[in-house]
């Protein structure tokens, strides 16, 4: 039997990977990043427990790449989606309203949100993992913050830090109210509090 060609072999452990991947970011939104179960995992992407580790090599490199997972999804789905927009209030205001429609589609729970809660108070590379994504979401909500100030939507005395902050506050009240009570109240709440928030730094 001839051997399987290096980019073939390649090109199928990366397929499975990301299989194994998929079903874990499922997992771990339902039953959290510390819940992952390697016997739930491997049942779930139909490989055997072995094969689950031969891709990952431990139990945390598989949650490290599952919250990258998280980052990434809510990457793509609200930051770079609201670059389409233009700079100033349109793009900061794609941020919300993107942010708060992933909180509606994810109804089970945001990945990265949960795994605040678990890993804030437990030093380690997982809760370092959660802070970088953080860090990154505040920091781009920030940079849009500062191009409105600069297109004159925003005052120049308005601090974008702060405003990024109040901005993460809104949207984890949104979070956990989506799930603890009825949703439509909970998103009309968010944006009535997100539009009393821009008035108050409103040119």
């Not at 491997?42 to 490989?47: D, E």
């Amino acid at each position: 039997m001839r051997p399987m060609p290096t980019s073939t072999a390649t090109s199928k452990g990366a397929a499975t990977r990301d299989l194994i991947l998929d079903r874990a970011y499922a997992i771990a939104c339902r039953n959290g990043v510390e819940g992952l179960s390697i016997g739930e995992l491997a049942l779930a992407a139909g490989m055997s427990k072995s094969g689950v580790f031969a891709h990952f090599g431990s139990r945390e490199a598989l949650q490290l790449a599952v919250i990258e997972q998280g980052a990434r999804r809510f990457g793509e789905k609200v930051l770079i989606r609201s670059l389409k927009q233009a700079r100033g209030m349109p793009r900061l205001r794609a941020i919300v309203q993107y942010w708060f429609d992933w909180v509606r589609d994810n109804r089970q729970g945001c990945l990265i949100m949960g795994a605040v809660s678990e890993y804030d108070s437990r030093p380690g590379p997982l809760r370092d993992a959660v802070v970088e994504a953080m860090r990154h979401w505040r920091e781009a909500t920030a940079r849009a913050v500062s191009l409105a100030i600069e297109t004159g939507e925003l005052r120049e005395d308005t601090d974008a830090s702060q405003i990024a902050f109040e901005i993460f506050g809104v949207a984890l009240a949104l979070h956990q109210d989506t799930r603890l009570f009825e949703a439509r109240r909970a998103r009309a709440q968010a944006e009535k509090a997100i539009d009393r928030l821009f008035k108050s730094y409103s040119t």
